[in-house]
């Protein structure tokens, strides 16, 4: 505790926010291993990949580019409102509040105007990852806005975090747009992505994502967006282990040397 004590605010009295700080980062790890063993949020490429699919009469679909417009615009809209919400406060709010505003407008841009869709969303999996991103993004501004008066941790990690912001929401972007390059005009099927770091890794765009979480960690300073973004890393590596399983399974000529998610390694 004394090592955590001079990177991290100390716990903030709120009995709410400690609880989700156990809650929502216990849920995504629980997420990953889901993912791992076959068992998938139904979107994507594994909209048909879970064993027991339910019967599609018991199941509300809308398209894709309108269900993850329903899973980020809420978190978009926590992210402005805390401008409001919260007018005064130091540096760290403010930065804060602004880098989880730009990176949910990132992805609603990237909804309208990048990304390609072809499949169908369940309803209730676009619901439960728009609570997810909703209350982890009211949590963390929350939580900062409770630390003001706080004395600071002895280790400054805001520029660190505002390095690693930078660098995830530009390589996600960037993998992102490389993506939705992989097909022309007028096709739906799935191919093997290239360019970037695609030539080492199927999920550059999750690792880039895992890259900026740490950017919020790291300019929060606070134990609740850490434990997120843990639980957002282990999410996101299960989930880029059952992509790659995916693409094996798809194309015969899938490069063995091709990754998951960490070069070399993973």
Sequence with gaps: MDVLSAFLFPPPPSTFVNVMTVVSSTAMAMAGISEINGKHLQYSKFWNANSVPKHSSEETKLSSKYGMLLAYTPAFLAGAASFWLFPSGDERILLLKSALTLHFFKRIFEVLFIHKYSSKMVLETAIKISLSYFMSTAIMIYTQ??????PEPPIDLKN??????LLGIIGNFYHHYLLSQ????GETGYKIPKGGLFS??????YLFEIIEFFGFAFISQE????????????????????????????????PNHVKALLPFVF
């Design 223 to 254: 134990l609740y967006p850490l434990c997120f973004s843990i639980g957002t890393s282990i999410y996101l590596a299960g989930r880029s282990y059952a992509t790659r399983k995916w693409y094996i399974s798809k194309f015969e000529n899938f």
């Design 200 to 205: 080492l890794v199927i999920c550059p765009h």
């Design 160 to 165: 660190i975090g505002i390095g690693f912001f």
């Design 145 to 150: 806005h409770l630390s003001q008066g706080i």
């Design 182 to 185: 992989t097909r022309k005009q």
